[in-house]
């Protein structure tokens, strides 16, 4: 299974950005979805989890401001980053676990997008 993650950019403070993340391989089902972030010299965090029922989850830090959305039938995960502060600076990368067909089974998987790196400016 591979993700392409895609969206990231130059924003200046209070502006938007729209992240997405498709995955494509041979999937049978997707279970979570989520978007974590990694700032210079920081832990990767968790910024936004979404469940197959499409329960959402949110990190205190962007709660009102981001909205997670799932595509299932499209195998897409999406980010809309509204009013971006500066603190938003990071790599954001996404996170799909699922159950995917491999050699005459089906198998677990836990797959990681390439990262796209978001900047917002003062």
């Known amino acids: 299974v591979q993700l392409q993650a895609s969206g990231g950019g130059l924003v200046q403070a209070g502006g938007s950005l729209r992240l997405s993340c498709a995955a494509s391989g041979r999937i049978r089902a997707i279970d979570g979805m989520a978007w974590y972030r990694q700032a210079p010299g920081k832990q990767r965090e968790l910024v936004a989890a979404?469940?197959?029922?499409?329960?959402?989850n949110y990190a205190d830090s962007v709660k009102g401001r981001f909205n997670i959305s799932r595509d299932s039938a499209k195998n897409t995960v999406n980010l809309q980053m509204n009013s971006l502060k500066p603190e938003d600076t990071a790599v954001y990368y996404c996170n799909i676990d699922g159950l995917h067909i491999t050699t005459m089974r089906l198998s677990t998987f836990d797959a990681w997008g390439q990262g796209t790196e978001v900047t917002v400016s003062s």
């Open positions: 979404i469940s197959s029922g499409g329960s959402a």
